[in-house]
């Protein structure tokens, strides 16, 4: 199985901060990459797939690079509804698996 | 509205079976892959299985294959998860995923249901 692993675990910033997220594959995955948010207690929203194209509805602020193995979720500007979790998933094979997460905090 | 509900969970003993169910409304079901992801307690996300748009292809995660069987009913736009011989590491919420574009088997999942919360415990 392909793995994901991001950094950070956890990420403290404030409200107007730019903040990245970074996920790397264990092999080339190309561009099937997707990121997600997630609330409490909520299903998470997708944010971002193929790596770079932002998802319909979703606030311009956030924005996807990279491909291969290293990737970055990027928030241009935090807002008090961006602090939760965030996860990537690679879907380049049947096993499609999730990055740990990242905890945006205060 | 188009949403995916799940239902089915509760609390089961170890090794008993449990089957889960997953409600599509709103758009064409048969047209759409469709996954099986949990998460168990204050832990990340995990890939279960998918489904292909009309049912022929299935694929599990290592962790579920030989006890978890993903199969769907288009005509009653609903998708099930047969979990055969739980434990107590089977304790998650399991969300049900649709695929973003309904050509691929594979793919970001652009809705998702709210879960249904699965606990083994004797």
């Known amino acids: 199985d392909i793995q994901m692993t991001q950094s950070p675990s956890t990420l403290s910033a404030s409200v107007g901060d730019r903040v990245s997220i970074t996920c790397r594959a264990s092999q080339s995955i190309s561009t099937w990459l997707a990121w997600y948010q997630q609330k409490p207690g909520k299903a998470p929203k997708l944010l971002i797939y193929?790596?770079?194209s932002l998802e319909s509805g979703v606030p311009s602020r956030f924005s996807g690079s990279g491909s291969g193995t290293e990737f970055t979720l990027t928030i241009s500007s935090l807002q008090p509804d961006d602090f939760a979790m965030y996860y990537c998933?690679?879907?380049?094979?049947?096993?499609?698996?999730f990055g740990q997460g990242t905890k945006v905090e205060v | 509205q188009v949403r995916l509900v799940e239902s089915g969970g509760g609390v089961v003993q170890p090794g008993r079976s449990l089957r889960l169910s997953c409600a599509a409304s709103?758009?064409?079901?048969?047209?759409?892959?469709i996954h099986w992801v949990r998460q168990a307690p204050g832990k990340g996300l995990e890939w279960l299985a998918l489904?292909?748009?009309?049912?022929?292809?299935?694929y599990c995660a290592d962790s579920a294959k030989g006890r978890f069987t993903i199969s769907r009913d288009n005509s009653k736009n609903t998708l099930y998860l047969q979990m055969n011989s739980l434990t107590a590491e089977d304790t998650a919420m399991y969300h049900c995923?649709?695929?973003?574009?309904?050509?691929?088997?594979?793919?970001?999942?652009?809705?998702w249901g709210q879960g249904t919360m699965v606990t083994v415990s004797s």
């Open positions: 489904i292909s748009s009309d049912g022929s292809n299935q």
């Open positions: 998933q690679q879907y380049n094979s049947y096993s499609e698996t």
């Open positions: 995923g649709r695929v973003r574009h309904s050509s691929g088997v594979m793919g970001a999942f652009d809705l």
């Open positions: 193929k790596a770079s």
């Open positions: 709103g758009f064409i079901f048969s047209n759409y892959a």
